[in-house]
């Protein structure tokens, strides 16, 4: 007799599809030409080395194959690509000012709503541009630089953007992070000063409305030696029946015994190809810790990686994927390892349902100057249905005896003798299911602050029914 | 066989390709193989009811066909380019086979004896028919300074209900390139039980394919090495489950010294359809030198949700504690480094029940301890 099974509906995506017109922005030509990459570099007020900086990558993206490893992106043509859509407003302050329809976006979105309750400061990006940014007084009384990049660039922290900008993730490192050094806009500065301990996070919302389009913001983060930053990054866009690209860049430097959260939920569309690249780079006694969310994009490449360069240095990954249908996402984390004592430590969950296809993918590296470092990675699968896919796919590269490295991975679905156990200590049947499936998601619902653990909670509906399988 | 050269392979490539900074993806061989023929090989003891050779048995039309499978479809794990290797390498395959319903449990003992600058390759079809079983011990060893070559592929038919215990024990010389190519096939209920000792060679690369075709079929598979010095072991498994219910369990123990480099693949691919299957894999690597190189990619591919998958693996060195408490004992740390390598080597080659093997291994083990 044919089994049942636990049903788990798909990410319920009602709140993020909605759309308005963008017959007012201005946009560049589709495709990827050196007149586009200049037409780019102008709007964006750039200085002459980021002109320059710009067309060089655009040379390394012309000579870089395609990976030949992951999920297939054929449906990906560049030559349909608008890189550059700008909406038709300044950023602003104040929402007040921020156009209707634009305003209206992030308001059912809740970003307002969060910045009131929650947050230290909002970013918020539609399309190519910053529309909206803010950071409260006090926490820019500490000296707390929030800003968008192209302000930054153009501004006092033109230095410091040069001294940083694409030096952990270099254009050469891929083709996509060649095709974001050409055409980036858009995206966050953070600075923090040595010392500083931002108490609530700060968050960049990343919106993409137009059809056909890219984003490619870029968000540089300086966390400052014995400095505290959470910061939080969410993105979504209306589904069309074109191709959306986004090939985003995050780069985190994190001084000397200071600490960074970075935090995510991705909900981009089903139409989107999420190939973003985000690196982090730890000091002496720094720490970084990623908690990300992937529920959305039809295809994902995302590998957040930490270099743990200074002794004593530490990296946490914490990640869910949830695939459901039409959905091919490959997500995991790279960490390596250069400094004495350092330690990372990977845990992540993945879901896959109705035909979704979920990869984990990982590397810890372990150079030879690495000595007493540790590294711990486990990683599970949940296959809700026999038409999905799942596999892990996690590398260890270790060149030095004086290390200790631990892996573990588990892939199957809801145990029968899970629910046997529950049921027979008085549980009901369907409570049981939920609390298996809701406890796999845990772990990273637990680490989000409170509001996008419900958010998160929202986005995994779990409905079960009927008996499990 | 003489004259066949070589001079590039890729080999040992991963079913699924991740990171080319990696360079996990496959193994490339770039020694020239200048085959000799050169191998004195020696079987020491036939049991009754195995049968050796193409010795026309019933259901038989050569050594490519059993009962109507096609021995030539098994692929082995170390890709099409090393089976293309042998084949033209090889015009005959010894092979072995134990007829319907026979079960030996006595051993078929072979040894190949190398010398230095031999070069040999060989290949070797071993048949379990229908609810039969027996068991294959083979060594290869030369003396620890001779270089040359040896490959071996092994091709293996369990049929229903049969079993095949398969023991390898590598013992070659330093400067030896090693082959080792297993690729083999269970039908329902057939049970494949391979240990593998990599002690030897200067480079080796060994791949298995098994692939658990029918119901419940199952596979389990022991393997332990150690590299020191310069050498440089390259592992490739790939357990493939497509009948329901089967199962595998893959562990592999080992220890790293010198400048030794091992890379380490083992996939475990859940196919649509293999409902109730289970397959496991562990790695263990003690690392006892600073400037080893550890590779380690456990992959599991899944496209069944009825299916229970894992890997674990540790890589390190030597806890403090254990250290400590055998150094209060009055071992050094070296002391205490060679009995923890003996132990994770040991566990491997106490599953052989053979004596003389078993003696080789310990001459050879206490020899390459002598000269740390």
Redesign the interface.
Known sequence: ME?E?TEVNDVDRSMYDFRYSDKDSYKVNEGLTEDIVLTISKEKHDPEWMKDFRLKSLEVYNKLKLP???PDISGLNMDDIVTYVRPNTKMSASWEEVPKDIKDTFERLGIPQAERSSLAGVGAQYDSELVYHNVKKEVSEQGVIYTDMESALTGEYEQMVKDHFMKLVPPSDHKFAALHGAVWSGGSFVYVPPGVKVEIPLQSYFRLNAPGAGQFEHTLIIVSEGADLHFIEGCSAPKYNVANLHAGCVELYVGKNARLRYSTIENWSKNMYNLNTKRAICEEGGSIEWISGSFGSHVSYLYPSSILKGDDSHAEFTGITFAGKGQNLDTGAKMVHVGKRSSSYINTKSISKAGGISTY?S?VTVL?SAEDSKASVSCA?L????I??????????????????????????ISDDAIFYLMSRGIPEDDAKAMIVSGFADPVSKELPLEYAVEMNNLIQLEMKGAI? | MEGKGLTKLHVNSLPTLTWNFLKINDAKVEERIDLNGRCQSLIHNIPNGIIIGNAGCEGCSGCDNVNGFDIRSINGGMGREAGDFFDKACEDSLVIRAKKGVKVKEALCISYALKDTDSTAIKQVIVAEENSELTVVMDYSSGVSDGGFFGVQTKLYIGKGARINLVKIELLGRSFLHFDDIGAVCDDTGSLNTIQMELGGGKSYVGSNIFLKGYKSNYKGDTAYLCIEDQQLDMNYYIGHEGKKTSCDLTVKGALRDNAVKSFRGTIDLKKGAKGAKGQELEETLLLSEKVKNNTLPVILCDEDDVEGSHGASIGRLSGDILFYMQSRGLSEKDAEILMTKAKINSVRNLITDDKSIGKIQHYMEDAFSRL
């Not at chain 1, 296959?383 to 026999?386: A, F, I, N, Q, V």
């Not at chain 1, 590269?397 to 573990?408: F, L, P, W």
């Open positions: 089994k099974r030949d490893w992951g993918r590397s030879p699968s296959m809700l249905d026999d999905s896919r799942s596999d892990t796919v996690p590398a260890m590269d270790i060149r030095t005896d004086k290390a200790d490295i631990g892996h573990e991975a588990k892939i199957g679905r399988g």
